[in-house]
């Protein structure tokens, strides 16, 4: 079973990340039982039947807009985020919105090609769930890495895990 970190634990991972190829149409597909991930598109053809089902999230491509599933967010529980390579950074400003604008309180997954030297700055954009490629990282390595996201203990700029600047807490307390 593959393994995940979520809000600061290894955890095992039983979702499917549904992926459709060019010759499957959304409309058509029959969808797994359990715990699934479906494309937007999927999502955006079968929502009437899943947004009651539990254990169903959406993912986003990177060139996919979180704008897209706005109407939709009170009726899911987990949005992921696809990263097609780690130089796509698209999905930093999806999480970001989500969690502000949107105050989505659910699940945010990094999916894709998810690195360990992104897991702290995926983290201050909202993500709570990074799921790196399934073999890419030992257990140890995935418990290492959890303690490297506590390294920076006073980051300077805001962001969505620390609203408020360095500056301006340091300001308050003189």
């Known amino acids: 079973m593959p ?9 095992d991972d039983s979702a499917e990340i549904l992926v459709l190829d060019e010759t499957q149409a959304p409309e058509a597909l029959t969808l797994p039982e359990g715990q699934v991930f479906v494309p937007l ?12 089902r539990a254990g169903v999230g959406v993912w986003l491509d990177s060139h996919e807009s979180v704008e897209d599933l706005a109407e939709d967010l ?26 502000s604008r949107y105050a989505f309180k659910g699940e945010v997954r990094a999916i894709g090609d ?10 201050r954009c909202g993500f709570d769930t990074l799921q790196p490629k399934a073999g890419k990282y030992s257990d140890a390595q995935l418990e290492e890495a959890i303690a490297s996201l506590k390294d920076f203990s006073s980051p300077y700029q805001a962001a969505i895990d620390q609203p408020e600047p360095l500056f301006r807490r340091a300001q308050r307390v003189a």
């Open 41 to 52: 598109a999927v999502w955006q053809a079968h929502k009437g039947m899943l947004s009651g």
């Open 114 to 123: 998810v690195l360990r030297d992104q897991f702290f700055f995926m983290q």
């Open 74 to 99: 009170e009726s899911l529980s987990a949005v992921a985020l696809n990263f097609p390579k780690f130089t796509d950074g698209r999905a930093y400003s999806g999480a970001a919105l989500l969690r």
């Open 3 to 11: 393994k995940l970190i979520r809000n600061g634990r290894v955890v």
